[in-house]
């Protein structure tokens, strides 16, 4: 079976674009929700910028870190974020799997519209597991995001 390559997630969310954009660009509050459902985030760290770094340190509930590390290509703010994300590195440093990932957000009538598009630029054999799981993985993490702009708003 052939895994993903691609994944377009909408959300509605009861907020404003700009709370929602915030979520996604205030470390304090992406810690909160990025990963799937029980895992932490013990590190994570963005530079809202062209060129600047994320990482974020995902923490399993058996106490495993998986470490994501990437690179925002542009920032619109309150309307459009773009990363590029290594999630998996071999011995030599080089991307075992790596995504493309554009977030847009619109707001109708004082509630933001997000788009989320992922695309695989990169994978190896030994990250299909990893692959398979995209679509749940991101839909716990945006259930979450949800959960978080509810105690905000």
């Known amino acids: 079976m052939e895994t993903q390559k691609s994944l377009h997630v909408r959300r509605i969310f009861g907020a404003s674009k700009e709370l929602v954009y915030q979520a996604w660009t205030d470390p304090a509050l ?3 929700w990025w990963g799937p459902r029980q895992f932490t985030n013990p590190t994570c760290e963005i530079e809202v910028k062209s060129g600047g770094n994320i990482h974020i340190d995902m923490k399993g509930p058996e106490g495993n870190i998986y470490p994501m590390k990437g690179t925002i290509q542009e920032v619109i703010p ?3 974020l773009s990363f590029r994300a290594v999630a998996a590195e071999d011995e030599n440093g080089n991307p075992l ?3 493309e990932n ?5 707001e109708v009538n004082g509630i933001c519209i997000m788009h989320l598009d992922v695309h ?3 994978k190896t054999p030994q990250m299909e597991p990893a692959l398979e799981g995209m679509e749940q993985g991101w839909s716990e993490s945006l259930y979450k995001l949800g959960e978080v702009l509810d105690q905000i708003h």
């Open 30 to 32: 992406l810690a909160k």
């Open 78 to 80: 309150n309307a459009k």
């Open 97 to 99: 799997l790596e995504t």
């Open 102 to 106: 554009i977030v847009t957000f619109e």
């Open 120 to 122: 695989v630029v990169t």
